[in-house]
């Protein structure tokens, strides 16, 4: 059978939208752990993809990006194509999306934006000096990190860049933002929370011994996952280290936040599981220094055998980017 890896995943209470390295998109029941169906058309693996519920016409829309340079939208539903956005001359490696608006960005340096009514690109963003590997968008702002160690700040309405934020010494992988706020985590290890109306550095904090491989914060947190494969709690106003939350000896793929739970992608036994933990962010640090005491679901995406295996009942999350 064939091997992939998978290299993106996206969920809520009824899918589980899974991106492979093998070019397919695999469509899974959440309850179930069932495969649904395949998506098929891309001629490279899949590194960007985005899920989300559009209306009119009500549909559950994935939007992936390939290293074939090429972005699809699709009807999970049906399986069809509903866009296929041609532009950009490298692979296309991050890709997000606010209302009807697209940012794709890419290994060819630049970012694209596209208009998800009519499938038009309507501006190229140029600036960076090496391969793009991350964008965050939420309507009012486009940011784009880069390979340069570089962010950019960029107008959604005309292509414009606005500023570049330096301070990283390596690439610049995850972008998170909220609201006029902007964090970011690098190759280097740390983390930088920016505020975007002063361009000015908030703080700047040595999260991980090695990369970190991805990051996301609500109102009160913020939680890392590194290369180190540690995943950590942070006080979001102070960047203050809280406490461990786990430690695998495989790289953390993702994390997310919703209300107490976090959900954490990593590599095991050959496999990519998916766990759901439960926290108590006041819980002191138990004295062995283990983490937090937590509870949770492990998921199994095996795509070895096209099937996702549930060791217990998934408490479906909302879709996390």
């Known amino acids: 059978m064939e091997t992939a890896v998978v290299t993106s995943l996206q969920f809520d209470h009824h899918h589980v939208v899974v991106g492979c390295d093998n070019s397919r998109i695999q469509i899974f029941e959440t309850t179930t752990g069932r495969l649904l169906r395949t998506l098929q058309g891309h001629h490279g693996g899949v590194w960007a993809l985005e899920f989300l519920h559009q209306e009119p016409p009500s549909r559950h829309v994935a939007i992936t990006g390939s290293r074939d340079g090429t972005v699809r939208v699709w009807d999970i539903q049906s399986g069809t194509i509903l866009y296929l956005l041609h532009g950009h001359r490298d692979s296309v490696r991050c890709i ?9 960005g890419s290994y060819d340096c630049t970012a694209r934006v596209w208009n998800l009514a009519t499938g038009e690109c309507v501006a190229v963003l140029q600036g960076h000096f090496q391969q793009i590997y991350s964008v965050a968008f939420n309507g009012e702002h486009i940011i784009t990190g880069s390979l340069d160690s570089t962010c950019r700040l960029w107008s959604p309405h005309n292509g414009t860049c606005l500023a570049t934020l330096q301070g990283h010494t390596q690439l610049v992988g995850q972008l998170q933002l909220s609201g006029d706020t902007l964090m ?16 000015e550095c908030l703080y700047r904090v040595q999260a991980h011994d090695q ?6 914060l609500d ?21 203050k280290f809280i406490r461990l939350l786990t430690k695998t000896d495989a790289p953390i793929w993702r994390v997310a936040i919703c209300e107490e739970r976090v959900v954490v992608c990593m590599q095991k036994n050959g496999r990519t599981a998916t766990e759901i933990m439960c926290f108590d962010s006041e819980a002191p640090l138990p004295q062995d220094g283990s983490g937090s005491s937590t509870t949770g679901t492990t998921v199994t995406i095996t795509t070895t055998s096209t099937t996702m295996a549930t060791t217990h009942t998934l408490s479906a999350m909302p879709s996390t980017a």
Request: hydrophobic share 35%; proline share 0%; charged share 15%.
């Open 211 to 216: 990369s970190v491989t991805s990051l996301c």
């Open 184 to 199: 970011t985590g690098g190759g280097d290890g740390y983390m930088y929370l920016w505020n975007l109306r002063t361009m």
């Open 96 to 104: 997000d999306v606010h209302g009807q608006t697209l940012v794709s």
């Open 219 to 239: 109102a009160k947190r913020v939680v890392t996952g590194g290369n180190d494969g540690a995943v950590k709690l942070w006080d979001r106003q102070t960047g």
